[in-house]
């Protein structure tokens, strides 16, 4: 199993805690821009985690 693997499996296991089904895809998704957003920088990840956040209250 990859790290990628385990990340996607904590997320998901995260998310249907936290979240009902219908919007667990919309924090997935979130959580995998904050993600992608941390390897591109500091300043990238922190617009992205922004972002995330705003989607995740929204809901």
């Given at each position: 199993?990859?790290?990628?693997d385990i990340?996607?499996r904590?997320?998901r296991?995260?998310?249907?805690i936290?979240?009902?089904?219908?919007?667990?895809?919309?924090?997935?998704?979130a959580?995998?821009?904050?993600?992608?957003?941390?390897?591109?920088?500091?300043h990238?990840g922190?617009?992205?985690r922004?972002?995330a956040?705003?989607?995740a209250?929204?809901?």
């Amino acid at each position: 199993m990859s790290i990628g693997d385990i990340r996607f499996r904590a997320y998901r296991l995260l998310t249907s805690i936290l979240v009902g089904e219908c919007q667990r895809h919309q924090l997935l998704t979130a959580i995998l821009e904050i993600t992608r957003g941390c390897r591109d920088g500091f300043h990238a990840g922190q617009i992205h985690r922004t972002q995330a956040t705003t989607i995740a209250t929204n809901q």
